[in-house]
């Protein structure tokens, strides 16, 4: 309810800021005619196009940097040897902003999706990769032993102890690379000129359209809450047996 609170104060002085003369309303208009500039984009065909482009970038990008992060995360923690040998690698290349990269990106793939992607799957991976990372090194050595004791495989060990003790970082890696994802997303739509809601913020901007570019700012801004509460959600019922997650039961 105070987040709402919040917003709802927010828009309210969206509003009132232009309508009392506060701020010029060609910078920023009221609320009412952002939300008017919302109503007419809604239903054009462009728009859904314009999301669809965002949230395909998106889901693709996230889905290889998700799954290359898991991956390289448990093969490098898993190596004590490995892991010493690319620590300077990864802490050299995690820092490097992934806007550096655009034109790189323009000279390989254009304005194609393949820019989106590269730029979303550098910014995202290292999201994962760490928190993978972080996750194998919390692995209990006591049952690490245990496992050996009893004789278990690579894999069983990295199935029956380490996954267990790290799913709660790759989550956390998850939902924090779903929100780079989607600024990256946004961000080369809006700079290279890849279609989808950026490349319609740019051309708003460009034409004087200044309420349109505000609702459609809005638009991203809520497509992030959403995608954050959904992380969340998914990740709460997924952990329910954790005890980070767990809630004990009175008796």
């Known amino acids: 309810m105070k987040g709402l609170a919040g917003l709802a104060g927010l828009l309210l002085l969206v509003e009132a800021l232009p309508r009392l003369g506060l701020v010029d309303d060609a910078y920023l208009p009221p609320t009412s005619r952002i939300a008017a500039a919302l109503g007419d984009e809604v239903v054009t065909a462009e728009f859904w196009r314009a999301v669809g482009d965002t949230l395909t970038g998106w889901a693709i990008g996230l889905t290889l940097a998700v799954v290359a992060g898991v991956v390289a995360g448990v093969v490098i923690g898993a190596v004590p040897a490995l892991r010493a040998a690319t620590a300077s690698t990864i802490e050299f290349l995690r820092p490097i902003p992934s806007v550096a990269l655009i034109p790189l990106a323009v000279l390989l793939y254009g304005t194609e999706l393949g820019s989106t992607l590269l730029l979303v799957v550098y910014a995202a991976f290292w999201q994962v ?99 954050n509460l959904a992380a969340r959600t998914f990740e709460r019922r997924s952990l329910a047996w954790h005890q980070s997650v767990r809630r004990e039961v009175p008796a």
């Open 129 to 227: 990769l760490v928190q993978v990372l972080y996750g194998v090194a919390d692995v209990d050595p006591i049952a690490e032993e245990t496992a050996r004791s009893f004789r278990f495989g690579a894999w069983a060990r990295v199935r029956h102890v380490l996954w267990p003790t790290a799913l709660p970082y790759v989550f956390t890696g998850v939902r924090l690379a779903a929100s780079v994802a989607l600024v990256l997303a946004v961000t080369a739509e809006l700079v290279i000129g890849a279609p989808g809601l950026g490349k319609m913020i740019a051309v708003a901007q460009t034409s004087g359209a200044v309420p349109d570019m505000y609702a459609l700012i809005a638009v991203t801004g809520l497509i992030g809450v959403a995608i």
